[in-house]
T-cell receptor, first 110, second 115 residues
């Protein structure tokens, strides 16, 4: 079983749609969680951290369920510029390395 | 404050040659990570280093690959006797220290092509 698993993609949605990405992690010692975004196989860039209480940044909402070892990202009112690959990232405080999910590709169409 | 700098951006090597990839972390960052992304695949962890120490190299192939992060100068990922399967994008990331919640910043990557 992979340490971090994401929804298989791609997701093809119209502009304005709401889309949700899911991610599960296998190591219960995982302590820090992030969503990164990667455009056209360029360098990944941090989209947002994920906190236990859930957090929102504009159209983006991230949630963490430690009991289920599950992380989600919700994008509301999708824009064309949201088209990218979204990467779920987990850090195990015992090791310190960032573990990436395989990524979910989002394509927002006009 | 410049971001994470990787060079070269593109590197072409013939089979059997050596490839050296350099990564200069952001100022004040003492932790460096190397990742490999094969065509059509996700990012795979290779190695995690602090200054002069390898913390975790569980993702490094057992042969031909080595990494260092000296006290002075950039981190180096070295691939000896390259093969076609080494063709990939190699990304470096840095962070200031390891504490929960600390994000890592990525360089633009080195695209290695083995011909």
């Amino acid at each position: 079983r992979k340490e971090v698993e994401q929804d298989p993609g791609p997701f093809n949605v119209p502009e304005g749609a709401t889309v949700a990405f899911n991610c599960t992690y296998s190591n219960s010692a995982s302590q820090s969680f992030f969503w990164y975004r990667q455009d056209c196989r360029k360098e990944p860039k941090l989209l947002m951290s994920v906190y236990s209480s859930g957090n929102e940044d504009g159209r983006f909402t991230a949630q963490l369920n430690r009991a289920s070892q599950y992380i989600s990202l919700l994008i509301r009112d999708s824009k064309l510029s949201d088209s990218a690959t979204y990467l779920c990232v987990v850090i195990n405080n015992q090791g310190g390395k960032l573990i990436f999910g395989q990524g979910t590709e989002l394509s927002v169409k006009p | 404050n410049a971001g994470v700098m990787q060079n070269p951006r593109h590197l072409v090597r013939r089979r059997g040659q050596e490839a050296r990839l350099r990564c200069s972390p952001m100022k004040g960052h003492s932790h460096v990570y190397w990742y490999r992304q094969l065509p059509e695949e996700g990012l795979k962890f290779m190695v995690y280093l602090q200054k002069e120490n390898i913390i975790d190299e569980s993702g490094m192939p057992k042969e031909r690959f080595s990494a260092e992060f000296p006290k002075e100068g950039p981190s180096i990922l070295r691939i000896q006797q390259v093969v076609r399967g080494d063709s990939a994008a190699y990304f470096c990331a840095s962070s200031p220290s390891f504490r929960g919640g600390t994000e890592a910043f990525f360089g633009q990557g080195t695209r290695l092509t083995v011909v």
